[in-house]
């Protein structure tokens, strides 16, 4: 893990976790993952990430071979002919350099060796290797950008499960309170104190309790299982989540510092840059083809033809190419390579706007979700004040069952809606960290409950 790409490489091992996080049986115990530990077993585990790691080492052999275009290469080739005429026979492909040899018309045996040293390509080499190394960097960075995107999926899984588990405990304590008031009701009726429509409606409540429990249980468990396959874990291995939903409120960056840190980090960017810098060398490549090509040649040849004696020797030279007429090949290749560096252009461009619309839209949202938890914190408080009061004046035989219904209803939406409100506000955190392209590698502190 730790000979991946630099950036790559201190991001995984920042928070790599023990040999003990890999995947387990289901009979084993669950284990209980912070944020950060959730993100880091995707980093490890995720089998997309593993597929596009693989582009680094693709790229790094792709700039081996371009810088091998302009080192000594050598060949040997071993002839073995017979015929009634002279020819020309070649070497075979794609050995090279690649010998062509004169042979007699008799049985022939020979035996060659073939240097070749290029003195001058034109700037085509410089411009392949130039180019190969655009690529390499393209490539690293798009290992951080899908490193970035695993992170924020993991993440948003993560409190998603967080949400739905605070969803849950809401409709469990809606369910409590819903079975001790059927409880006190039927004890009252049994008494002849209250009316039967009073049992049968709680009875209603509770049944209706139970189905909103039930429903919430499964999303906990279809959020789980969602978690678990963005993490590149099984599905039937135990999961626990060391924390709940809360909410702590972060300064936001001021807006346009947070544009110009985003154009300056963003990988997505970094891999446009640096995409377009290659597109660049690839015109200088196709420029190449106007320029003469020479090379330094060098020639060992031995042969023994049937009836003559055993003869051997040496040829060296300089041979320079340069095509007249091509048919306006040459120039279609540039025109196209040009096209390509215009294209690559505007999409860098297009990604830098993209960019600042997502900083300004999750900086909007972060603001929008702190306000919503604040005004549901405030909500929430005046609404357990109200269902107190209720049951105390239903206890007391001052109001009707309706009441505390109504107001168990109403707190129960102000519970759901702070929890709605937190979950929004860490998405929008997350949402600002990916526009920003910082890797979210650990979790922010947490306090306050979202659900009392």
């Known amino acids: 893990m730790c000979s991946a790409p630099r950036a790559l490489a201190f991001a995984v091992c920042l928070i790599l976790s023990p040999a003990g996080w890999a995947q387990q049986p289901a009979d084993q115990a669950a284990q209980k993952l912070t944020i950060a530990q959730a993100v880091a077993f995707a980093w490890e585990h995720s089998p997309v990430l593993q597929a596009i790691r693989q582009e680094v080492p693709a790229a790094e052999a792709r700039l081996r071979r371009a810088r091998s275009e302009g080192r000594l290469q050598a060949s040997t080739t071993t002839f073995l002919t017979t015929g009634t005429m002279q020819s020309i026979v070649g ?19 020979d035996q060659s060796l073939t240097v070749m040293y290029p003195l001058s390509t034109g700037g085509r080499v410089a411009a392949e290797v130039a180019k190969s190394n655009g690529g390499l960097r393209t490539a690293r960075a798009e290992v951080e ?9 993991v993440r948003e899984g993560y409190w998603t499960v967080l949400l739905n588990q605070a969803v849950a405990k809401i409709r469990e304590q809606s369910l409590e309170e819903q079975r001790e008031r059927l409880r006190v009701d039927q004890a009252a009726y ?3 104190k209250v009316p039967v429509y009073y049992v049968l409606r709680d009875k209603a409540e509770v049944a209706n309790a139970v189905q909103e429990l039930v429903n919430a249980d499964r999303d906990v468990e279809t959020a789980l299982l969602r978690l678990k396959t963005n993490m590149g874990m099984e599905a039937a291995a135990p999961l626990e989540l060391a924390a709940d939903l809360t909410y702590t409120a972060e300064a936001a960056p001021e807006p346009q510092a947070a544009v110009e840190e985003a154009l300056k980090t963003r990988p997505e960017l970094r891999a446009a840059l640096a995409r377009l810098e290659a597109a660049r060398q690839e015109v200088q490549s196709r420029r190449s083809s106007y320029r003469p090509q020479v090379s330094m040649n ?3 040849d031995a042969t023994k ?3 003559v004696s055993a003869t051997g020797g040496y040829t060296v030279g300089v041979a320079a190419s340069l095509p007249i007429l091509d048919g306006g090949r040459r120039a279609a290749e540039v025109a196209e390579a040009r096209a390509m560096q215009r294209r690559t252009d505007s999409e860098r461009a297009t990604l830098a706007l993209q960019t600042e619309e997502e900083v300004r839209s999750a900086l909007l949202q972060m603001s929008a979700a702190a306000r919503n938890v604040e005004t549901a914190q405030a909500a929430l408080a005046s609404a357990e004040e109200d269902y107190r009061v209720a049951s105390q004046r239903y206890f007391a035989g001052k109001a009707i069952n309706l009441e505390p219904i109504e107001a168990l209803s109403v707190l129960v939406r102000a519970r759901m809606n702070l929890a709605q409100a937190t979950y929004a506000y860490r998405m929008a955190q997350d949402a ?10 650990s979790e922010p502190a947490l306090s306050t409950p979202a659900a009392q």
């Open 305 to 307: 033809i049937s009836g």
């Open 190 to 192: 049994d008494a002849g």
């Open 91 to 109: 070497g075979a492909e794609p050995v090279q350099p690649r010998s062509n040899l004169l042979v007699a018309e008799d049985q022939m045996l």
């Open 145 to 153: 950008a899908a490193l970035l995107e695993v992170a924020y999926m």
């Open 432 to 441: 600002l960290a990916r526009a920003m392209g910082r890797l979210p590698a």
């Open 298 to 300: 060098l020639m060992l």
